[in-house]
């Protein structure tokens, strides 16, 4: 009989949540730690479901890839984990589904990063394109911060050689994190810190927010440009409306449960499950 896989690294808040749902939920499931397996031995057939819940955004694209191979539908779909992975591939796929976002650009050299940054106007936001939880983002207020950073940049990784830079966007101190889960705008949060970034990972403290029309139908717009099963979206709220900064879809989950009263992990769970082949 088809089942529910669950791949994971570690067993944070969410994957412990998620295991409580199937098991709540009457669904067979297993639990499958990334970490002790190697492919291809894994127990796994094509009617099965597998939920990429590895914490490491490469590991989990890689897993979710090589489920798809043999015939698995994961959630997300790998091309999903890899575009919602990377910044840059997701702002020029919102860019193309005209939702409007922060003013950015990407360079691919230290002079051209200092143009850009000239050219944006400060403080402007320097992001690795692939991270998470807020790492090594970097708000510049002027030429000479940004001079120091791409100098740094120069003597790290190739992939601190794509320049994502996004405009600084005054947010008051909080930003809005959506959750869509099978193209279902569900809930969402405010996230409010006194630091300027809101991540609720670096301490940020959570609130319910009502999800009005305007919302639900940005929410629709960007999971048919992403795709995806389960999406966290994040949205700064501006004078001229909402402002799309990135989709998450490997996304942490706890701090929208109590906030809104919604059950993601039981949600997520019925979701994946439907996509189970009763053959
Ligand atoms: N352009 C920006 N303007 C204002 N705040 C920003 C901007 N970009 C990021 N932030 C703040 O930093 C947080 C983390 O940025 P994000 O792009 O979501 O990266 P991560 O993938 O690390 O979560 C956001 O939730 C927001 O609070
Ligand atoms: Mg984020």
């Known amino acids: 009989m088809s089942s529910l896989k669950f ?11 998620l295991f409580k749902a199937a098991e709540k939920l009457g669904i067979p499931f297993e639990f499958i730690d990334v970490r002790s397996l190697v492919w291809p031995d894994v127990d796994i057939s094509p009617g099965d479901v597998a939920v990429g819940r ?13 489920l798809e191979s043999k015939g698995v539908r994961t959630v997300n779909p790998s091309s999903v984990v890899a575009l919602c992975g990377d910044k840059v591939a997701t702002a020029a796929a919102l860019d193309n589904a005209g939702i409007p976002q922060p003013p950015y650009r990407v360079a691919f050299s230290p002079d051209e990063a200092i143009l850009a940054s000239e050219q944006l106007g400060y403080p402007v936001v320097f992001k690795p394109p692939v991270g998470s939880w807020g790492r090594l983002l970097a708000k510049m207020n002027d030429r000479d911060a940004v001079e120091a950073l791409v100098e740094h940049k120069s003597y790290m990784g190739p992939q601190h050689q794509v320049f994502f830079i996004q405009k600084y966007i005054e947010k008051d101190g909080w930003d809005l994190r959506a959750t869509v889960i099978g193209g279902k705008p569900v809930t969402a949060i405010r996230r409010c810190s006194e630091h300027w970034i809101t991540n609720t ?34 949205l700064f709220q501006t004078r001229d409306g909402w402002l799309l900064n990135e989709v998450n879809g490997q996304p942490e989950f706890r701090s929208s ?13 019925n979701h994946a499950w439907s996509l189970v082949s009763r053959d």
């Open 257 to 269: 449960i109590e906030t809104t009263g919604v059950d993601l992990p039981e949600l997520i769970v």
């Open 7 to 17: 791949f994971y690294s570690r067993l944070r808040t969410e994957e412990k949540q």
């Open 54 to 66: 590895v914490v490491s955004q490469t590991q989990n694209q890689a897993i979710c890839q090589l």
């Open 201 to 234: 990972a670096r301490g940020a403290r959570a609130e319910g927010f009502p999800l009005d029309s305007i919302l639900i139908n940005i929410l629709k717009k960007v999971h048919g440009a992403i795709g995806g099963d389960v999406l966290a979206v994040d």
